[in-house]
């Protein structure tokens, strides 16, 4: 069956990353960015082409679509996100597509020095033979999570095409500014309404995730006293040098994204912005256990009252804010749609693999807010950076999971 998705898997993915549709943390709007649209509308256009219905693209910036039943069963939803990581640049993205890879060492026509090599990423040196797809270099490929989103309109486009196929009523959502934490809003569970969902936002084939951080994002704030420096003495009090000191107390040795791993969690200062009157720094606090989460919380608040109190003349505050939580906390207590998942992946003859997410999905918090919601593999990797890449016959195999998914449900309300 994969061979029939292909062209079409690569056609998207191809279309869909060149289209910039970076989201950005520093807007209050929903979506955060503007551009974000060009991806919303485009999908709602192809939707309409292939005949969904209930198309709509909501207030809140996500585009809803029914894939009518063919049977009785249960409804289910597939989401993926249409915007990309603001940690890279993402605009001017020239996808290409490299087939029936060597396994040689890839290299980038924008950046002579970078290079893909699978030495360095062993999964890489599995896809000999496969058509690759990366970006020129100059930017991230966007696979995260254009990738899913060519799947689910893959999968769409098939189902409604044979009508013949046994399946239950189907939900699709497009969603905005997952990237910053924010591709769920309230309103969506109700306008969704679906028995469950899954996520089509992992990596490696065969991933089915039902495990994820906890988040919470936290500013410091730090307010110092501002003077001619020739006036300076014993009256200036500098925020840099006291938000470098925040930054020095905090764990450099561990507690860090780049020293830990598994299940350990970390503090992680993401921006610093500001001048010697006034600074902030951006973190993102990680943990798979909301205790550990808390942990970290406190660390960064008891660093901040430690700096404050050797100078009483600035003004440091720390602000916390929940993000999102482990989607296991209400998942275990129902793994029905993660069986049926990983039940569909061994009829296909894949081995289903779970791992703890080290990051977060859309499903995090749809799970958290009644809606159980697994993630499942779409092959891209080296997500949020220029080595970017995915295999066009991994993504078939997740379209074709996609498909199976639909089909074992309906069955099994028989």
Known sequence: ???????????????????????????????????????????????????????????????????????????????????????????????????????????????????????????????????????????LLGADDKAGVAIIMTAARHLLANPDIPHGPIRIAFTPDEEIGRGVGEKLPRDFAVDFAYTFDGQRVGEIEYESFSADSAVVTIKGVSIHPGLATGKMVSAIQLASKVIATLPQATMTPDTTADREGFIHATDMSGDAAEMKITFILRDFEREGLAAKGRLVEQVCAAIQASEPRAEITCTIEPQYRNMRYWLETDMAPVDLARAAAVELGIDPVSVPIRGGTDGSRLTEMGVPTPNLFTGMQNIHGPLEWISVQDMAKATELCLKISGLAAMSTK
């Open 1 to 139: 069956m994969s061979n029939s998705f292909d062209s079409e898997l690569e056609d998207r993915l191809v279309r869909y990353a060149a289209i910039d549709s970076q989201s950005d943390a520093d807007s209050p709007t929903s979506p955060s960015t503007g551009i974000q649209f060009d991806m919303l509308h485009l999908l709602e256009q192809e939707l309409a082409e292939i005949g969904a219905q209930d198309i709509e693209l909501t207030d809140y910036g996500v585009v809803l679509a029914t894939i009518p039943g063919t049977t009785a069963g249960p409804t289910i939803g597939f989401l993926a996100h249409v915007d990309t990581a603001p940690q890279y640049n993402a605009t001017g993205v020239k996808p290409r597509v490299i087939r029936g890879y060597n396994g040689g060492e890839i290299s980038y026509p924008d950046a002579p020095e970078l290079v893909l090599s699978p030495e360095e990423f062993p999964y890489l040196a599995e896809k000999v033979g496969q058509d690759i797809i990366t970006a020129s270099g100059a930017t």
